[in-house]
């Protein structure tokens, strides 16, 4: 079964991160520390950067299972925040060592999905376009990486659930106004 191999892999990877940053981790690390070969790593990753954005993107797809509706958001927002503290050294370790940028595209990715599920719901029966709905999602996108992105970069000390309801008080009703908005332009 393949991913035995690749969940072998992210634990061995996240233990190593335990004991020594990012940029010091060979796949020779890894490799010996899940007792496989070379070409067993290469068989499922190009490198080990390969290997953090799938740990990323499940680690993810783990955390927002259902929680991609306009009613659970909030919920599945706070997931990722304790998602990246549980994973507090992978996550720090990456930020600092391989590239803030990596993060971001995950963190990236991770919203979008969620945000774009709640818009698509929200949209239900309006006449909205697929580039409307998409720049919807994107904005709100930016805005949540980068309060998380801030959060990450002074070390994960401030409540996260505090940050969810400030972001929350923020958004209340803002998405629904949006599709409201752009679809009152179309018709004027």
């Keep these: 079964m393949p991913n035995t191999t690749k969940i072998a892999l992210e634990a061995s990877l996240k233990k190593l991160l335990l004991q020594k940053p990012m940029d010091k981790i060979t ?3 890894l490799t010996t520390d899940c007792g496989i070969s070379r070409m067993a790593f290469y068989y499922h990753f190009k490198d080990i950067y390969d290997l953090v954005e799938w740990v990323c993107v499940e680690d993810g797809k783990r955390v927002l299972q259902d ?3 306009y009613d659970t958001w909030q919920e599945g927002l706070e997931q990722v925040f304790e998602a990246v503290l ?6 720090q370790n990456v930020y600092r060592c391989v590239s803030r940028e990596k993060v971001e595209s ?9 945000i774009a599920d709640v818009v698509n719901e929200k949209c239900a029966g309006a006449k909205l376009s697929e580039e409307n709905k998409a720049f919807i999602a994107g904005f709100y996108k930016y805005g949540f990486v980068g309060i ?3 959060w990450i970069d002074h070390g994960m000390k401030e409540d996260y659930q505090e940050i969810v309801r400030k972001i929350s008080i923020t ?3 803002n998405i629904a106004n949006a599709i409201h908005n752009f679809e009152q ?3 004027g």
């Design 171 to 173: 958004l209340h009703g």
């Design 106 to 114: 995950y963190l990236y990715k991770l919203t979008y999905n969620l």
């Design 148 to 150: 998380m992105l801030e």
């Design 67 to 69: 929680k991609k509706t």
């Design 86 to 91: 549980e994973n507090k050294p992978f996550i």
């Design 185 to 187: 332009e179309k018709i």
């Design 27 to 29: 796949i020779n690390d």
